[in-house]
Structures are given as structure tokens and as C-alpha cells.
């Protein structure tokens, strides 16, 4: 009997997986096909049901909640098995959670005695155009999701400028250049897309040292020059992936964010603010991150006064 | 390095624990859920009541042989008693679907739960009911990490707050501290010896954010249960081998790690770090898929890698619902055994031959072979005393039995082992029917034994001998009388003969008889050995030493 094409869904929670699934579930490719779908993250996803139910195929979720560890392999296993034995779709949809190893699911799929009955057809990553590079830094899976993909979804590029959509893609290249890229905005997704991947199942080294390429910085400064902020921002270019502080540059406590470049500040209203800046860095050593940051800020001495020429606010505030 | 004299139960386990060489690594079957299956109930009805725990586990305890075993293996336990929805299930432990802090709920509006508070009261009871059934055994209170609490209670929507909010995210994890110090508390109060820090969602996150996002959390946890003089273990599941070297750091005496992450790497950094560790029997390829001997195949493998000094042996993770009563009895037998630790060893190659043997014709010489498959009989002392046993009564099978010992510790042996169908070493195979299985056999059983096969032999030859008689001489009198002869007996016998009568000079020359020395009878006799096979050379050789005989 010829092996079950499974399809996976990659991506981190709200990066418009299950916008982008309901999306290639109506379109007459699928429609026409039994599909099952396999669910890994119990209530979250909202699948249409009345797409599902017009594919015949069912959906299965499990109970495992977003932990996806040695022990919640064998609910996968059990569901699978029903799905090869009792239902034979024509394809299976397979939704991983944000947190989950794609390499987990190869094994999965490679257990006696699921082994044979199914194969990846494809691997394809949603990626949350505005969010991603948040969690980047935080979440193991985020890159390696990433790392595995055969296709990108860069999702939300209506949030984004052109600049940062061609950060984003390059940064996403830099961690698999082989994946093709496609983006999006509301998960308007074409199956052509999809069906289109060649698939390459990926080798992911083990897991003994995180990855070099990121990295984060804390300033706890309060007080900073605007124009020496700006300049350190525009030095690090393409090395900042975002930055996000509160700091007073003289005029009280502003809420400052930059993402691919962009600058933004506003006031904020809070009694007592808690001053820090947090920067992502990505290539560069966290040292030279952190001090290219630390020439936009003054010590921290509360007698200091500090009289510096004001520029008007930039970006929206 | 100090040796333990502990043997059982909570003195090894805490031996163990404190980096000691013991006789034996404790074992820790991590039954959770799965107990329910040995009392024939559902996954939730088992974790709603303290009645069922306390079956389950006790029936686990009887089954199983633990030297420690947890009272309750759920990480919901705390998320529950702080507002998380669950979604139950008849073959798992429950899942978290809802969380508070991002529906609404504000981080100053949890507080601690109480013991009294949930499903708290359900696992402390059963505690302390399993602590007198139990005293010697190591009660493991499994506690929920402050990092899996603190997703539970926002979801993974920390992952991002990490950037965008990380004194609220400090915030959150301290609130998850004091649940765990809290929770910890409880457990100990109970009766427990050992809490276990389960943080899986730890796994997810590299050394760095490792350092900044647990250990400041986790740490104070152990020391709390340091200082109350029980033992502390940290559990973290998945692919948490970038994190190895700083959960050591972090405090606790011992470590617990699954499947995906090779044992011997975790041994190399625990002892570095004097962190004794645990793990990590495959949960699902072997425990719930396998069969016994493959439970057993991986337990020696890691039990070798542990060297029984400041190691455990546990399964990766929680139990799977349906995994197989044997396959966690077979482990319970093999860590006590390390005769049956050794024999496993030396049979992990079987899996790898190619060339196992047909032995459908094996047995069918005029001899009957006896044959011992023993670990080796110079090193082992059942093996010693199988092989002597066989020893002392061939004698009186001189000539008509022949047998021989084959050691496993040579690969032709595991092959011919193979080929036997034999699982267990010793074995004695008599003419390739397994006979006697790791029980030495009383004299006369063995000779009774040795007997009955030659008996059948006997029987199975005569049955299956096929034979001529031929009457060489000219025609007449004499002829005809010899011929009469012949035939009255073989009638009055019964035998399947054939009788043939040659004349002719040439014909009766080339059976070896002059004519002149007719009338002559010759008999000649044919033996089938083999039909439609392609016999083995081995058995071959037994039937041409047969004609010289």
C-alpha cells in the first residue's frame, strides 16, 4: 500500500497557522481530496470545522496540550495509527505545536509500526512576520522549526514595511537557505504553493550548544541621548534584530521600540516606570552589542543633569 | 568515591542519590497514569481519587519492585488549583487548554494554593496512605517546575513577554517559586523522601535564558527541600542537552533525563558537576512497542552506562498508559540479577545476524546430541553446573549420546543459539528440543530425559528404515527353500523388506558374492536423511560419522 503524504504545519502560536489551514482547506485542491487533520495543540487552533467535515477525512487532536516530550509520543502514535488503519485519507495535515521538534515528528512517523505507511510530503513554517524575531532568541523550536522547513510562510507582511519584510527574509535565508519564501498576509495562502515544495528532510545537529547567532542585551540605564541612541541604532544596521527600552532622554519616561530599523517612541503614563532597555542582536558578539547600546546611555547617578540639544520626537509618539 | 552497603528501597535510592557506588542501581519506575491499567480504571477517574492512587500504585509497587516509585505523575496538579482549565482524557494525564493570565486573570490575583485546595488534597492523602504501606520504599512527591507553571498559567505567549515584559515575566516565575516551595512542603509533610522538580517546558530554551529564567527560580526550591533533609531531583524531559551543565548547577542532587539525550553525556557532566543521575529506558520504541527482552536489552545498556554509582534507572519520562505489565516486571527482575545483566548483554548481537541456521533436520543422526548453550562454564557458575550435570551421566550413554557445550561469548554460538529458537542461557537443548531452561536438572531427570529421545529415535528408525534382501543362486531346490525361508520371515516379522532374486553370474558378481558360492543372501539397507532441503554441513557431518559406527 502506497504511503499517507503528510503534510507539516510549523509555526509559533498566533503566527496564522490556523487562518492560513482554514485558508488552503477552501480551496478546490483540497476540497476535493480526503484530508485528515491532525492536531497537536488541543482548543487552540480553531479549525472551520465545516471545511474539515467537507474533506471527509476528520480531525484528530491530542490531549497533550502544548508539551511535546518522549511521553506524549505515544498519543501520536495511537491517533496516526487509527488514521492509516481506519480512515486512509489521501493526505494528512499535520500541525505541530510552537514548541514542538520536527525532528520528533520524523521519528514518530519512522515508529513500528506507523514505519511505511506514511511519508513527508512536505514541511512548510508560518512565520509571524511582526513577532518572530521576539521569540527567536527564547524559543529553541522557533529556529529550528525554521531550520527544518521546505517552505517559509511569512505571515502579516501587511504590519510591515518593505524594509523590514527584506530583513525578515534575509534573516530567514541566513538560517535555511534552502527553503523557498512566500509571503503573505492573512494566511492567504495558494495550495500550488504547498504542493509545490520539494521536500528534504533535515539533519539537525545535536543539540549541545545554542546557536551563535543570536543574542540578547540588557542596558538597565535610565537616561540617554536621543541622537546617540539613533546613531547606535543606525551603527548596528542589519546586527539589531529589535530593541525595546523605556527611557528618559529629559522629558520623562518614553516607551522606545525598533524593529529592523524602524524607530518608534512614545510617552508612557506610568507612575513608576521600571527603566531597562532590551536589545536582540543577531552575527554580532553580545559584548559589542552591548556597547555600541551603553554609548547612547548616562550613568546612572541621580544628581546628574544633563543638557543636551532635543530633537522633536521621531515616529509616531 | 564511597561504596553504599544499602541494598533496597529508600536507603539505596538515597545512596544513590548521594553519588555512592552501590550494589545495585535503584529502580524507579516513573508510574503514573499507567497504574490505572493494573486496576482496570480510566486515566482521569485514577488521578481524581486518592482510592485509586492509592491501588494503582500499590499494585505497580507489587508488580514492579521498585526500590522508589511517585505517588502521582501530574503536571497539572498546581495549574488546576490555580484556575487552569483542563481537557481530560481516558489514556493520559490532563492537558491545560485555558490559562488564566491570558484570559483575564491578573498575576496579583493568584495566590498559593492551599493543601486543601484542587486535586492537592487527592495526592497528599494518597501519600500518606502509601508512606504506611510502605516504609521503606522512597516516595517521590512530583511538584510542577516554575517555569512549566508559569506557561501553564500564561501560555506560550511568555516566550514572547521574555522581550517585550521580562519584569513581568520575573514577576510570574517568582509567584511559580513559592507554589513550587510551597508544594514541596506539602509533600514532605506526607511522608515523601524524594521531590521531584518536573520542568519540561525548560527544555525549549537555551543555557543562557536557562540561567536567567530557572535557575534563580528553581534553586531556591532545592534548597528548601535540602533543608528539610530529604532529596531532591530535577526532571526535564525533551531536548535538553544544551541545558545538562546548568540544570547541575541550579542544585539539585540528581538529575532525571529521557531519551533524547544520551546517557553516557549526562553521566560525563553529573559526575563533573557531583550530581548524581537518572534515566533513561526508551518509552515508547521499547516500553509500550517492545517485548520483554527488549525492556531488558535496554535496561542493561543503561545500567552499564550507570556503572551503579550515583545512578537510577528510570524510564525517560511518565509511563504510557498501555505499556505492557511485563516489560516493567522484566526490568524489576533483570536490576536485581546481574547474571541475567550479563546474558542480556552478550545476546544484544542476535538482532544483527543474518545468518541464522535452518535446524528443521538437526536431531535425525543415529546419536543423540546434547547440547548446552551456556554463558561460559569457566566463568559462571550455573553455566558450571549445567555443563556438569551432562557431564556426570554421559557415561551411561556411551557411544549412543554425544554433547557438547557452546559459550555465547563467540559468535557461532549466538548464531547456533539463534537458530535453536533459545532465549536463555543455561539452556540444554537435547537433539535441538529445548529441554531444560536455566534450571539445572536433577540426575534422573536428565537421564529420563536423554532416554525418552533415544527411545523415539529408536522407534522413528525402525518406522522409517527402509532394506533389501537379495537371494543369489542358480534356479532350483535350494533356491526355492532359502527363498521360503526368507519370506515366512519377514512375514512373521512384519517388515518392510524387498526381496529380490538375481540369477545372473555378472549380477550376483557385482554384489560381492562369487556364483560359486550360492545360494548366498545379502541384505542392504537404505536410510532417508533429508528430503526437500538443503541440509546444513554440521548435519551432514553427523550422519557420515554414523556409517563408520
Known amino acids: ?317 | 568515591m564511597s561504596t553504599s552497603t544499602a541494598t533496597e528501597g529508600k536507603s539505596l535510592v538515597r545512596a544513590a542519590f548521594l553519588g555512592e557506588k552501590t550494589e545495585r542501581a535503584p529502580w524507579i519506575p516513573f508510574v503514573g497514569c499507567h497504574a490505572a491499567t493494573l486496576i482496570h480504571v480510566s486515566a482521569d477517574e485514577f488521578l481524581k481519587s486518592t482510592d485509586l492512587i492509592c491501588r494503582g500504585v500499590q499494585a505497580a509497587i507489587e508488580r514492579y519492585q521498585p526500590d522508589g516509585i511517585p505517588v502521582a505523575f501530574d503536571l497539572q496538579i498546581e495549574a488546576e488549583a490555580l484556575g487552569c482549565d483542563l481537557n481530560w482524557a481516558k489514556d493520559t494525564p490532563p492537558a491545560v487548554t485555558r490559562h488564566p493570565l491570558a484570559n483575564g486573570t491578573k498575576l496579583e490575583e493568584l495566590t498559593v494554593p492551599c493543601p486543601d485546595e484542587g486535586r492537592i488534597p487527592v495526592v497528599l492523602e494518597a501519600a500518606h496512605r502509601l508512606r504506611e504501606m510502605n516504609p521503606e520504599m522512597a516516595l517521590y512527591g512530583l511538584i510542577t517546575g516554575p517555569f512549566t507553571l508559569a506557561l501553564h498559567l500564561l501560555g506560550t505567549d511568555i516566550f514572547m513577554r521574555m522581550f517585550d515584559d521580562p519584569d513581568y515575566v520575573a514577576r510570574l516565575l517568582e509567584f511559580a517559586r513559592d507554589v513550587a516551595i510551597a508544594m514541596a512542603r506539602y509533600y514532605l509533610d506526607a511522608g515523601c523522601d524524594v521531590i521531584a522538580v518536573v520542568d519540561p517546558m525548560t527544555s525549549q530554551i537555551g543555557p543562557n535564558q536557562f540561567v536567567e529564567f530557572v535557575t534563580p527560580y528553581v534553586s531556591p526550591v532545592f534548597e528548601s527541600i535540602h533543608q528539610r533533609k530529604a532529596l531532591s531531583s530535577f526532571f526535564v524531559c525533551g531536548h535538553a542537552q544544551q541545558n545538562v551543565e546548568v540544570m547541575c548547577e541550579s542544585g539539585p542532587q540528581n538529575i532525571c533525563v529521557d531519551e533524547n539525550i544520551p546517557l553516557d553525556f549526562v553521566r560525563d557532566i553529573c559526575r563533573e558537576k557531583g550530581v548524581s543521575f537518572g534515566g533513561n529506558l526508551q518509552l515508547t520504541t521499547v516500553l509500550l512497542l517492545g517485548k520483554e527482552t527488549d525492556a531488558e536489552k535496554n535496561a542493561a545498556e543503561c545500567l552499564a552506562i550507570g556503572e551503579n554509582t550515583g545512578f537510577t534507572l528510570a524510564p525517560g519520562c511518565d509511563i504510557p498508559f498501555d505499556t505492557p505489565p511485563e516489560n516493567l516486571e522484566a526490568v524489576g527482575r533483570l536490576v536485581r540479577d546481574p547474571y541475567r545483566q550479563e546474558t542480556v548483554r552478550a545476546m544484544a548481537h542476535e538482532s544483527q545476524l543474518d545468518d541464522v541456521l535452518d535446524m528443521s533436520q538437526y536431531g535425525r543422526a543415529d546419536k543423540t546430541i546434547v547440547d548446552i548453550i551456556t554463558l561460559d562454564s569457566e566463568a559462571c557458575a550455573p553455566c558450571q553446573y549445567m555443563v556438569e550435570a551432562v557431564q556426570k551421566i554421559a557415561p551411561e550413554f556411551d557411544g549412543i549420546v554425544e554433547w557438547r557445550e557452546h559459550k555465547i561469548k563467540y559468535r557461532e554460538s549466538i548464531v547456533f543459539m539463534t537458530s535453536l529458537l533459545v532465549k536463555n542461557v543455561p539452556t540444554i537443548c537435547i537433539d535441538g528440543q529445548i529441554t531444560f531452561v536455566s534450571k539445572i536438572p536433577p540426575k534422573e531427570e536428565l537421564v529420563a530425559a536423554i532416554q525418552k529421545r533415544i527411545n523415539e529415535k529408536t522407534r522413528d528408525r525402525i518406522l522409517r528404515k527402509q532394506a533389501s534382501l537379495f537371494l543369489l543362486g542358480e534356479e532350483g531346490e535350494r533356491l526355492q527353500q532359502v527363498q521360503e525361508n526368507v519370506e515366512r520371515a519377514i512375514t512373521e516379522l512384519g517388515s518392510d523388506v524387498t526381496l529380490s532374486v538375481v540369477t545372473e553370474e555378472d549380477e550376483i558378481r557385482s554384489l560381492g558374492v562369487h556364483p560359486s558360492q550360492t545360494p548366498a543372501v545379502v541384505t542392504a539397507e537404505y536410510r532417508v536423511k533429508s528430503t526437500r532441503r538443503v541440509p546444513e554441513t554440521p548435519i551432514i557431518k553427523e550422519w557420515i560419522k554414523s556409517l563408520y559406527h
Open chain 1, 1 to 317: 500500500m502506497k504511503p499517507i503524504p503528510v503534510f507539516l504545519l510549523t509555526g509559533y502560536l498566533g503566527a496564522g497557522k490556523t487562518t492560513l489551514l482554514n485558508h488552503l482547506l477552501a480551496q478546490p485542491e483540497l476540497a476535493s481530496k480526503r484530508v485528515a487533520l491532525v492536531i497537536n495543540e488541543f482548543g487552540t487552533l480553531g479549525v472551520d470545522g465545516q471545511l474539515v467535515q467537507q474533506t471527509g477525512g476528520g480531525v484528530f487532536e491530542l490531549s497533550s496540550g502544548s508539551l511535546f516530550c518522549a511521553c506524549t509520543r505515544s498519543g501520536l502514535v495511537k491517533v496516526l495509527n487509527q488514521v492509516a488503519n481506519d480512515v486512509r485519507p489521501d493526505l494528512v495535515i499535520a500541525e505541530a505545536t510552537g514548541v514542538a521538534e520536527t525532528s520528533d515528528l520524523y521519528d514518530v512517523l519512522e515508529t513500528t509500526p506507523l514505519d511505511g505507511q506514511f511519508c513527508v510530503r512536505a514541511n512548510v513554517c508560518t512565520v509571524d512576520g511582526l513577532n518572530f524575531t521576539k521569540v527567536l532568541p527564547y524559543l529553541k523550536a522557533a529556529r529550528n522549526q525554521v531550520a527544518g522547513a521546505d517552505g517559509l510562510v511569512i505571515n502579516k507582511t501587511d504590519l510591515l514595511d518593505g524594509t523590514g519584510v527584506d530583513r525578515l527574509a534575509k534573516l530567514l535565508s541566513e538560517i535555511n537557505s534552502r527553503a523557498v519564501q512566500a509571503l503573505v498576509s492573512h494566511g492567504r495562502l495558494d495550495w500550488s504553493f504547498v504542493a509545490g515544495l520539494e521536500h528534504i528532510r533535515h539533519q539537525a545537529e545535536p543539540a549541545q550548544k545554542p546557536p551563535e547567532e543570536i543574542v540578547t542585551c540588557s542596558v538597565p540605564n535610565r537616561r540617554a541621548d536621543r541622537d546617540r541612541l539613533v546613531d547606535a541604532i543606525e551603527s548596528l544596521g542589519e546586527c539589531l534584530l529589535r530593541l525595546k527600552g523605556v527611557v528618559d532622554f529629559g522629558e520623562g519616561p518614553r516607551l522606545v521600540e525598533s524593529v529592523f530599523g524602524s524607530i518608534s517612541e512614545r510617552p508612557i503614563e506610568t507612575e513608576n516606570p521600571r527603566y531597562g532597555t532590551t536589545a536582540l542582536g543577531w552575527k554580532i558578539p553580545k559584548a559589542e552589542l552591548s556597547k555600541t547600546l551603553e554609548t547612547a546611555f548616562f550613568p546612572d547617578v541621580k544628581s546628574l543633569v544633563q543638557i543636551s540639544t532635543v530633537r522633536p520626537g521621531f515616529g509616531a509618539g
